[in-house]
């Protein structure tokens, strides 16, 4: 039973446009959620988090909104870049240690 | 500079031989993880240290084993047991259980 869905694997983007890239959670008990990124050979790299009591955390280019009573999350990536190609995991916290990850999108940014 | 290292990136197993991957942090960090990645599936816990001397199994615990005698060290044994190892084997360390976990760059293990 997948508790954190990633329902788009791919995403194509133009350069300087937005990315969303979106992510689904079922178990209401998730208190913090996460981004990261990955390059291909490379280990994920975290990006941005944001606790259950916001709905909205930025920095710099990158902004993750929280919508609870829809259990669904999103990161936003203004303006994209090339650099940002790469696939994208979000991970939810349940209880004190246990993260749950999705299946990650695969984010390409054309030139 | 700190981080966490893997090794070694590939690596090549018998079948019914047991094989251990390395996982070592200079991040000062107390809790560490072993996460195993299966195409088209997010990242499975295998098993997490909260402490030097302490470890839990995770999700999937079964035909692994790990040691944490040393802070920097989570080495993670694949045994005979496991019956489909074949997989991207990543660890992570954090500073302490409840916090964003930062990752090695992985070692993929195949069976020959």
């Known amino acids: 039973d997948q508790q954190v869905k990633q329902n788009s694997p791919s995403l194509s983007v133009q350069e300087g446009r937005i990315s969303i890239l979106n992510c689904d959670y079922t178990?209401?008990?998730?208190?913090?959620f996460l981004w990261y990124k990955k390059y291909p050979a490379e280990g994920p790299t975290f990006l941005i988090s944001?606790?259950?009591?916001?709905d909205k955390n930025e920095d710099g280019r990158f902004t993750v909104f929280l919508n609870k009573s829809a259990k669904h999350l999103s990161l936003h990536i203004v303006p994209s870049q090339p650099g940002d190609s790469a696939v994208y995991f979000c991970?939810?916290?349940?209880?004190?240690?246990?993260?749950?990850f999705g299946t990650g999108t695969r984010l390409k940014v054309l030139a | 500079d700190g981080g966490i290292t893997q090794s070694p990136k590939y690596l090549f197993r018998k079948e019914g031989q047991n094989v251990t991957l390395s996982c070592e942090q200079n991040l000062n960090h107390d809790a560490m993880y072993w996460y195993r990645q299966d195409p088209g599936q997010g990242l499975r816990l295998i098993y997490y240290?909260?402490?030097?001397?302490?470890?839990q199994k995770g999700d999937i615990a079964e035909g692994y084993s790990v040691s944490r005698e040393k802070k920097e060290s989570f080495p993670l044994t694949v045994t005979s047991a496991q019956k489909n190892p074949t997989a991207f084997y990543l660890c992570?360390?954090?500073?302490?259980?409840?916090?964003?976990?930062?990752f090695g760059d992985g070692t993929r293990l195949s069976i020959l």
């Open positions: 992570a360390s954090s500073i302490s259980l409840n916090q964003p976990q930062h």
């Open positions: 178990n209401s008990m998730f208190d913090y």
């Open positions: 991970a939810a916290r349940s209880g004190t240690y246990k993260y749950i």
């Open positions: 944001i606790s259950s009591i916001k």
């Open positions: 240290s909260q402490i030097v001397n302490d470890f």
